[in-house]
Nanobody, 126 residues
Framework: QVQLVESGGDLVQAGASLRLSCAASGRTVSSSAMGWFRQAPGKEREFVAAISWSGGNTDYADSVKGRFTISRDNAKNTVYLQMNSLKPEDTAVYYC???????????????????WGQGTQVTVSS
């Protein structure tokens, strides 16, 4: 059974940095595409970033491009989201996600992912 556990969310001021972690069990991140999504109150869940199963390709939402970086540590079986220059509009619950099949392609659509973590809250004050 695949389990994804996010951590690292916090309340920070605008301009600060945070690193979110997604620890995976039942799934080897080196064989799986992984994605980060976020959902603000009253809004739909939206794509933030994704990394291919090979690790050679990454994709970002335009709103975070140049500020956020997705990466992974195969030895720790963990995926990260480094967030710099945070803005109040980045406030949301952040979710880690994985597709159902190993070596599958996954991108910005929530429907491409079958496994989701419980989320971690990021709040950015102005």
């Amino acid at each position: 059974q695949v389990q994804l556990v996010e951590s690292g969310g916090d309340l920070v001021q605008a301009g600060a940095s945070l690193r979110l972690s997604c620890a995976a069990s039942g799934r080897t991140v080196s064989s799986s595409a992984m994605g980060w999504f976020r959902q603000a109150p009253g809004k739909e869940r939206e794509f933030v970033a994704a990394i291919s199963w090979s690790g050679g390709n990454t994709d970002y939402a335009d709103s975070v491009k140049g500020r956020f970086t997705i990466s992974r540590d195969n030895a720790k079986n963990t995926v990260y989201l480094q967030m710099n220059s945070l803005k109040p509009e980045d406030t949301a619950v952040y979710y880690c996600a994985a597709p159902g099949r190993l070596f599958a392609r996954a991108g910005p659509k929530t429907t491409s992912y079958d496994y989701w973590g419980q989320g971690t809250q990021v709040t950015v004050s102005s």
